[in-house]
């Protein structure tokens, strides 16, 4: 048909257009996920700052962001990322996979695994706490309404559960008594949305349930943003070590010639003053050594269990527990 | 069939015979529905983005990636649109000034993105140009980027809207029939001749219908950029796409100040369409006389 005639043609002249690049203005492109836009935002700046003094080219760092494994999805697809910094391993595992423009043990290029910065899921209740929110065995309280999405759907409501899980398991210390107490916890949950956000808006916008299960980050930006005089966070005793992971996307840095200053971008993010912005942007610092105290303090203490040492690794808690017959699907009967 | 909805003719009167009542509750019913799901959003949107004042409003449009978004969607406007022009145009002579083969065939596949939900219409160009496609080590070999670049959001664009002149063509130039034409080639004019001034001037103010709806949609095209966009912030966010992202980012007043502006421009779509009706509604295609 002439469409694609005309379509080629058309490429080939907007291709001819926009490919030459020049020698002393750097473009990067870094694909990541939805709650680090404004983390990016300060950082690219500051980088290209660095990066000016050390070199004298000026760097443009370009931001994607989106759903974490839609990212992956859409590197695997040829957006040509030449840094990736997503939310789940996982979803790097598949670019990997997929492309094969990064080493298949790429988690083991940069420290900590190759997360600059942590997460965790913690509490965000409305202002005063009502409800006497202090810790998980409140959450299972006849007549608290929980705010999470659905775990199937959703990659951080999987956190949720397995904070939720780590915790009584510790505390009843049987995976039955655990799997009962998250039981109890999903029959409070009055609507579970198919993603995070979806449940921020039930939870904020529409007023619904008594608690919210979120990222700490995400949690501090909501009240950042919606008002300090309507909700307020509270840090669980025990909770779950999310790690972000990024990467430089080799096969692509090359093609670009942009290998020396993605990898630059990435180990520039270890660096104090860094981490301190990191912390200011309520990541939890992953060398939270280096940073002043009086930044951390906005962090609650808690214990932190992670998905490596007791889950065995995404690998073996997906199915176990999401997969179809899986644990939540024992636990969690709709309309109830 | 025109009548029906304009005006209706004596006989006809008994049929629409109902009680004060009746009409009175089913006007009631539309104003409502109206007012509900179309002003009110509207005037919401409006509202929402002029909560912090003016100056607040027009700060959020002059930062550089609202201004980037906003280029980027009437450029992909202005290169999807003349496309479809042509398409549209050859398409809809095709169809109502000869007969062949698999017409009826054509006429469903020009319906086809209608019927498609657009995250589909935009899948398919990963399918075709994605990393892994037949096509993308040709692509690769020549340095051409088709997905998350503009030509991904001029074709995913144009997928979406190519029924858009056609359909407002064809039936128009069916019911006109070939007359005009074979008058003008029996007295001696030239093919192209002919096109230019008999079949298009027939056809022009249904043309301009047809490009006015295709540009309104080519604006406000959600899913099927979303798919092949890449979210680049700054060079490929169109502005439904930059709406969405400001609004994630309780960026609210960012967010409604360009959903404004696409509101803006839907609205004098509306009019100039209102007034296309209004001043040429005999030359647009009897199905539009509504």
């Given at each position: 048909m002439n469409i694609r005639a005309t379509a080629v043609a058309l490429a080939v002249a907007l291709g001819l257009v926009a490919s030459p690049a020049l020698a002393k203005n750097i473009k990067l492109l870094n694909v990541s996920y939805d709650p680090t836009r404004e983390l990016y935002k300060d950082y690219n700046a500051e980088f290209a700052k660095i990066w000016k003094a050390k070199t004298?080219?000026?760097?443009?760092?370009?931001?994607?962001?989106?759903?974490?494994?839609?990212?992956?999805?859409?590197?695997?697809?040829?957006?040509?990322?030449?840094?990736?910094?997503?939310?789940?391993?996982?979803?790097?595992?598949?670019?990997?996979?997929?492309?094969?423009?990064?080493?298949?043990?790429?988690?083991?290029?940069?420290?900590?695994?190759?997360?600059?910065?942590?997460?965790?899921?913690?509490?965000?209740?409305?202002?005063?706490?009502?409800?006497?929110?202090?810790?998980?065995?409140?959450?299972?309280?006849?007549g608290i309404e929980v705010i999470t999405p659905n775990p199937k759907t959703s990659g951080g409501a999987r956190w949720n559960l397995l904070a939720a899980y780590a915790y009584a398991q510790k505390k009843y210390g049987s995976e039955a008594a655990a799997k009962d107490f998250v039981g109890k916890l999903y029959r409070n949950v009055p609507v579970l949305d198919t993603g995070a956000r979806g449940s921020t808006t039930t939870f904020v916008q529409r007023g619904i349930g008594h608690v919210l299960l979120a990222w700490e980050n995400e949690a501090f930006l909501a009240i950042e943003e919606l008002g300090p005089d309507k909700f307020e966070i509270v840090t669980p005793t025990l909770s779950i070590l999310a790690e972000p992971s990024v990467a430089v996307v080799e096969g692509n840095a090359k093609s670009h010639g942009?290998?020396?200053?993605?990898?630059?971008?990435?180990?520039?993010?270890?660096?104090?003053?860094?981490?301190?912005?990191?912390?200011?942007?309520?990541?939890?610092?992953?060398?939270?050594?280096?940073?002043?105290?009086?930044?951390?303090?906005?962090?609650?203490?808690?214990?932190?269990?992670?998905?490596?040492?007791?889950?065995?690794?995404?690998?073996?808690?997906?199915?176990?527990?999401?997969?179809?017959?899986?644990?939540?699907?024992?636990?969690?009967?709709?309309?109830? | 069939m025109a009548n029906l909805f304009g005006r209706v003719p004596i006989g006809l009167r008994s049929a629409v015979n109902e009680g004060a009542f009746t009409r009175l509750t089913l006007i009631l019913i539309a104003v409502v529905f109206l007012a509900l799901f179309l002003i009110m959003p509207l005037i919401l949107v409006f509202v929402e983005a002029l909560r912090q004042g003016a100056g607040a409003y027009f700060e959020a449009l002059k930062d550089p990636d609202a201004l980037s978004a906003m280029r980027l969607t009437l450029t992909v406007a202005v290169i999807a649109v003349p496309f479809n022009i042509v398409f549209g145009l050859a398409a809809s002579w095709a169809i109502a000034k000869f007969d062949f083969r698999g017409k009826n065939l054509l006429i469903s596949l020009i319906d086809l993105p209608f019927s498609v939900s657009p995250v589909i219409s935009g899948l398919v160009w990963v399918?075709?140009?994605?990393?892994?496609?037949?096509?993308?080590?040709?692509?690769?070999?020549?340095?051409?980027?088709?997905?998350?670049?503009?030509?991904?959001?001029?074709?995913?664009?144009m997928f979406v809207t190519f029924p858009f002149v056609a359909r407002e063509l064809i039936p128009l130039m069916q019911e006109q029939g070939t007359t005009d034409e074979e008058a003008a080639l029996s007295l001696g004019a030239s093919g192209l001749q002919t096109f230019w001034h008999v079949t298009l001037p027939n056809v022009r103010w249904a043309l301009v219908y047809g490009v006015l709806l295709c540009t309104a949609r080519a604006?406000?095209?959600?899913?099927?950029?979303?798919?092949?966009?890449?979210?680049?912030?700054?060079?490929?966010?169109?502005?439904?796409?930059?709406?969405e992202i400001l609004y994630n980012e309780y960026s609210f007043v960012g967010a409604f100040a360009v959903a404004s502006v696409l509101a803006l421009l839907a609205l004098v779509t509306l009019g100039i369409k209102a007034v296309l009706e209004w001043r040429y509604g005999n030359q647009l295609a009897s199905g539009h006389r509504r």
């Open positions: 004298g080219d000026t760097v443009t760092i370009e931001q994607s962001h989106g759903g974490s494994g839609k990212q992956a999805r859409a590197v695997i697809d040829g957006l040509s990322a030449d840094v990736v910094t997503l939310a789940l391993e996982g979803d790097i595992d598949e670019i990997a996979k997929g492309t094969r423009k990064l080493p298949a043990n790429w988690v083991q290029a940069l420290p900590n695994h190759s997360s600059p910065y942590t997460s965790t899921i913690v509490f965000l209740v409305r202002k005063g706490n009502p409800r006497k929110i202090k810790d998980w065995d409140d959450l299972i309280r006849p942009t290998t020396a200053v993605a990898k630059a971008y990435l180990e520039n993010l270890y660096t104090p003053a860094s981490q301190k912005l990191i912390a200011e942007h309520y990541y939890r610092p992953s060398r939270p050594d280096t940073v002043d105290p009086a930044v951390l303090k906005r962090f609650g203490k808690l214990e932190l269990v992670n998905i490596r040492d007791d889950f065995g690794g995404w690998a073996k808690a997906q199915p176990k527990f999401f997969g179809d017959g899986g644990i939540f699907d024992q636990i969690y009967k709709p309309g109830r | 399918l075709l140009f994605g990393s892994h496609s037949v096509l993308s080590p040709w692509l690769q070999a020549h340095d051409i980027q088709i997905l998350f670049a503009l030509p991904g959001l001029v074709l995913a664009t604006i406000g095209e959600f899913g099927a950029v979303s798919v092949v966009s890449g979210h680049i912030r700054g060079q490929t966010n169109t502005m439904p796409l930059h709406v």
